[in-house]
């Protein structure tokens, strides 16, 4: 039972555009989400952040929308780089079931100069 | 350097062989987690620490695999009698306490 999904393996996008990554979360006890970054033979990289007691945390390019009734939460890269392709992965926490993170399948994302 | 370091980096095992696979974590981060990742699928939990006490071990797949982390520092996980289908890239974690989880490059292992 995957509890955090990322339904679109694969996003194309053109430099200079808007990136928008999707995830669909199950469990109503998450109260904490992340974005991760990876490029190959590395491990992932912490991109961003937001509490479920928010519904916006931008930082720079990159913006991360929480709607918790929907049990949704999108990431925005504006404007996309060449350097922003990589595998993008979501991920949540119950933080009082303790620090661990159930991550979704990823996005893979390409941007083309 | 400052980060995760996690070694070997590659790992060729015969079927049936044991393998051990090491975690260094940020010098001062509590917390350590194990992680196994599928080709083209997303981490999966294996185990986490806090200082030595291994907290949580509910993702481990079977009692081949453990993990220890005797002095709160290093951690170690031992797959043992490895099989085909344990061939994945493992990730070690380590954070301060309830913040993100910074990573180390990753293991992958190949069963033969």
């Known amino acids: 039972d995957q509890q955090v999904k990322q339904n679109s393996p694969s996003l194309s996008v053109q430099e200079g555009r808007i990136s928008i990554l999707n995830c669909d979360y199950t469990n109503s006890m998450f109260d904490y989400f992340l974005w991760y970054k990876k490029y190959p033979a590395e491990g992932p990289t912490f991109l961003i952040s937001?509490?479920?007691?928010?519904d916006k945390n931008e930082d720079g390019r990159f913006t991360v929308f929480l709607n918790k009734s929907a049990k949704h939460l999108s990431l925005h890269i504006v404007p996309s780089q060449p350097g922003d392709s990589a595998v993008y992965f979501c991920a949540a926490r119950d933080q009082a079931a303790g620090n661990k993170l159930t991550f979704g399948g990823g996005t893979r994302v390409l941007v083309k100069p | 350097g400052a980060g995760v370091s996690q070694s070997p980096r590659y790992k060729v095992a015969k079927r049936g062989q044991d393998v051990a696979l090491r975690c260094d974590p940020i010098s001062g981060h509590v917390s350590l987690f194990w992680y196994q990742q599928a080709l083209g699928q997303g981490p999966e939990f294996l185990t986490y620490?806090?200082?030595?006490?291994?907290?949580?071990k509910s993702g481990l797949p079977s009692d081949r695999f453990f993990a220890e982390r005797p002095e709160g520092s290093v951690s170690t996980l031992k797959i043992q009698r490895t099989q085909q289908e344990d061939s994945a890239v493992y990730l070690c974690?380590?954070?301060?306490?309830?913040?993100?989880?910074?990573f180390g490059e990753g293991s992958r292992l190949t069963v033969l």
């Open positions: 937001i509490s479920s007691i928010k």
């Open positions: 974690a380590s954070s301060s306490r309830f913040r993100e989880l910074f």
């Open positions: 620490f806090q200082n030595e006490a291994q907290l949580d």
